[in-house]
């Protein structure tokens, strides 16, 4: 009797778990389809400040984002970190359908009576559905845990890293402006960051001069990210292209090295000192000459431009004088023919008159047929 109860107690519990294994399964399947992961997987602090604050980033990844998810966060472990811990936008964080990553942001304040110590927790994340399903299947949740450990102290602690280092074009005199992407690990502002940047030709076998550099133009924040510039005193570099050798250094140990390229622009002052110079060479037509050739070449061409000025103005009075007396003397010689041509109009005109007059005067020739009358008187005559 007591092997057949130990037998009926067994395959009850054996049911039991084949039921809850069977009603499971569909839960378990798209799990292992959709994956989900978070970056970085913990929130870490080694050197807070009491009444101190900082910000957090955990990336949200999922290869499987077919519909909107709303994401769900709890913080376990010290009691303190649930007070200290803001989840940013909490009531509003929906990864949307298509939407493989997602930031999730988690403000940290450290109280001003926080006690010097380590504090540890969990901060649980999970993805559910934002509709549920409502065809008899199983809302699948899926999870991830990152770790919180902040620890406070109260030394003030100067750490950072250097990422990426940049340089822009400069013009010959100017100064050299590193631009740094850094992270402030420390608890404490930034306000100097050592630098040294060696200046080398382009084919880098050379080693031009070596510059020095380390005040910010503005402090970065503790547990800050951001772009800080360093400048460096003006490298009087002639104009050309070279390669700067960046290093930053902290507390005397190199942290970070780079090379960036660096072209040198021609200064105002010396384009229009070239542009002069062009302008005389064109002027004088003797490129390559010395300066003062050419600065005596283009006083005598301007000289030489001056008189021939003069020559021509001269020449254009002489002309407009002669046209002037042209025309006074063609009005002369006009009026003097007109004059002329009435004196000669009234000689002809007296000439005919008196031969006129003359012609009245003299004996008029008898007519044909006074002589024929007169010969014929005669012939009678000599009959009778």
Same mark, same amino acid.
């Given at each position: ?8 107690i067994?395959t009850?519990?054996?049911?039991l778990?084949a ?8 839960a378990?399947v ?5 994956a ?9 602090n080694?050197?807070?400040l ?5 910000t ?8 499987n984002p077919?519909?909107d ?7 376990t472990?010290d009691?303190?970190l ?18 493989s ?15 010097i ?5 969990k ?6 559905p934002?509709?549920k399903?409502?065809?008899g299947?199983?809302a699948?949740? @899926?999870?991830?845990? $990152?770790?919180i450990?902040? !620890? +406070? =102290?109260?030394? &003030?602690?100067?750490d950072?890293r250097? /990422?990426s280092a ?7 005199g ?13 608890n404490?502002a930034i306000?100097e960051i050592?630098?040294k940047?060696?200046?080398?030709n382009?084919?880098e ?14 402090? @970065?924040?503790a547990? $800050?990210n951001?772009?800080? !510039? +360093? =400048?460096?005193? &003006?490298p009087?570099?002639?104009e050309? /292209? ?8 902290k507390?005397?140990i190199?942290?970070?090295?780079t090379?960036?390229?660096l ?5 105002p ?8 110079e062009?302008?005389?060479k064109?002027?004088a037509?003797?490129?390559g000459?010395?300066?003062k ?18 020559e ?11 046209a002037?007396s ?10 003097a023919?007109?004059?002329?041509g ?17 012609q ?13 009358d007169?010969?014929?008187?005669n012939i ?5």
């Amino acid at each position: 009797m007591k092997t057949k109860a130990h037998f009926s107690i067994f395959t009850g519990l054996f049911t039991l778990v084949a039921i809850l294994f069977t009603s499971l399964a569909p839960a378990v399947v798209p799990t292992a389809q959709a994956a989900f992961g978070i970056s970085p997987p913990w929130i870490k602090n080694e050197n807070a400040l009491p009444n101190s604050s900082f910000t957090g980033k955990i990336t949200l990844s999922t290869n499987n984002p077919e519909q909107d998810m709303i994401v769900k966060t709890e913080v376990t472990g010290d009691r303190s970190l649930k007070k200290w811990l803001t989840i940013q936008n909490e009531d509003d964080l929906i990864m949307k359908k298509g939407q493989s990553q997602f930031p999730l942001f988690v403000d940290v304040n450290v109280p001003k009576r926080a006690g010097i110590g380590e504090y540890r927790g969990k901060l649980n994340i999970r993805l559910e559905p934002l509709v549920k399903n409502n065809a008899g299947g199983i809302a699948i949740a @899926l999870g991830a845990v $990152a770790d919180i450990e902040i !620890n +406070v =102290t109260g030394d &003030a602690v100067v750490d950072f890293r250097v /990422s990426s280092a940049r340089i822009d074009p400069i013009r010959e005199g100017e100064n050299i402006k590193v631009s740094l992407n850094v992270e402030n690990k420390g608890n404490t502002a930034i306000e100097e960051i050592e630098l040294k940047a060696e200046i080398w030709n382009q084919t880098e076998d050379e080693l031009i001069q070596t510059l020095e550099g380390e005040q910010l133009d503005s402090k @970065l924040d503790a547990y $800050a990210n951001g772009l800080v !510039n +360093v =400048t460096i005193p &003006a490298p009087e570099l002639p104009e050309g /292209s070279y390669w700067v050798k960046v290093k930053a250094f902290k507390e005397k140990i190199a942290v970070f090295e780079t090379k960036v390229f660096l072209p040198v622009e021609a200064s105002p002052e010396r384009l229009a000192q070239q542009a002069a110079e062009e302008a005389e060479k064109e002027a004088a037509g003797k490129p390559g000459l010395p300066a003062k050739e050419e600065a005596d070449d283009t006083e005598a061409e301007e000289t030489k431009e001056v008189a021939e000025a003069d020559e021509e103005e001269e020449k254009e009075e002489d002309l407009k004088a002669a046209a002037d007396s042209g025309s006074n003397l063609l009005l002369t010689l006009a009026i003097a023919g007109v004059a002329f041509g009435f004196i000669a109009l009234a000689a002809v005109i007296g000439v005919l008159v008196f031969l006129l007059k003359k012609q009245g005067n003299m004996p008029q020739a008898p007519s044909a047929r006074e002589e024929s009358d007169k010969h014929y008187k005669n012939i009678s005559k000599g009959l009778l």
